[in-house]
């Protein structure tokens, strides 16, 4: 079966480090571009980053560049958000996904983890 | 960033009656060289992660149901359940995926009338 399953997520105070960790099955992990997604408590959908199969290129939204960072390790089919120096507004579930246009950078997201909680709090 | 708007925030429709929602986006998302429209669609029922309905615009994720199709070019696009069923009561969010960073639309939250 396809699958990415993320974990690492709790509870972290404001300032803050995380790292979650996401682990893949089912298919060639190190043939995809890999995404973090995250979603706020009753809130839309925000793409945080990805990465290219061999690491040459990474990408981040703004709010997170300096930050947080996203790394993967092909031959434990692994992928990792690093998150440093968090604040209350990264309180999300975030999301590990694949990209499954393997030439491009610019893809929908076809296969999605169950999520980690993240709550930064005080 | 390509802001991507969704329309109506919520809708209620009743059980084998069409419903349709709207997604509009600041910036075309039509590749000429591709002759692509960069944007997809994707449903998430409560305590779910999202699923993959659309991409390309109009092409159908393999086991998405045929009544689920998406329409529309450059700016705005259009997601159609031809006939409502219980299971499809969910939130629906458009993404383009023409520009970095990616974005995703607010969602639209499909209810049963």
Redo the contacts between chains.
């Keep these: 079966e396809v699958q990415v399953v993320e974990s690492g997520g709790g509870l972290v105070q404001p300032g803050g480090s995380l790292g979650l960790s996401c682990a893949a099955s089912g298919f060639t992990f190190s043939n995809y571009w890999m995404s973090w997604v995250r979603q706020a408590p009753g809130r839309g959908l925000e793409w945080v980053a990805h990465i290219k199969k061999d690491e040459s290129e990474k990408y981040y939204v703004d709010s997170v560049k300096g930050r947080f960072t996203i790394s993967r390790d092909n031959a434990r089919n692994s992928l990792y958000l690093q998150m440093n120096n968090l604040r209350a507004e990264d309180t999300a579930v975030y999301y590990c996904a694949r990209a499954p246009r393997q030439d491009s950078s610019y893809s929908w997201l076809d296969i999605w983890g169950q999520g980690t909680m993240v709550t930064v709090s005080s | 960033d390509t802001v991507m708007t969704q329309s109506p925030d919520s809708l209620a429709v009743s059980l084998g009656e069409r419903a349709t929602m709207s997604c509009k986006s600041s910036q075309s998302l039509f590749y000429s060289s591709t002759k692509k429209n ?1 944007l ?1 669609w ?1 449903q998430q029922k409560p305590g ?5 309905l659309i ?1 390309w615009a109009s092409t159908r ?1 393999s086991g998405v149901p045929d009544r689920f199709s998406g329409s529309g070019s450059g700016t705005d696009f259009t997601l159609t359940i031809s006939a409502l069923q219980a299971e499809d009561v969910a939130v629906y ?1 458009c ?1 383009q ?11 639209t939250k499909l209810e049963i009338k």
Excluded at chain 2, 48 to 52: E, M, R, S, V
Excluded at chain 2, 97 to 107: A, R
């Design positions: 960069y997809a994707y779910q992660p999202p699923k993959l991409y994720e969010y993404q995926y023409y520009s970095s960073p990616s974005t995703f639309g607010q969602g």
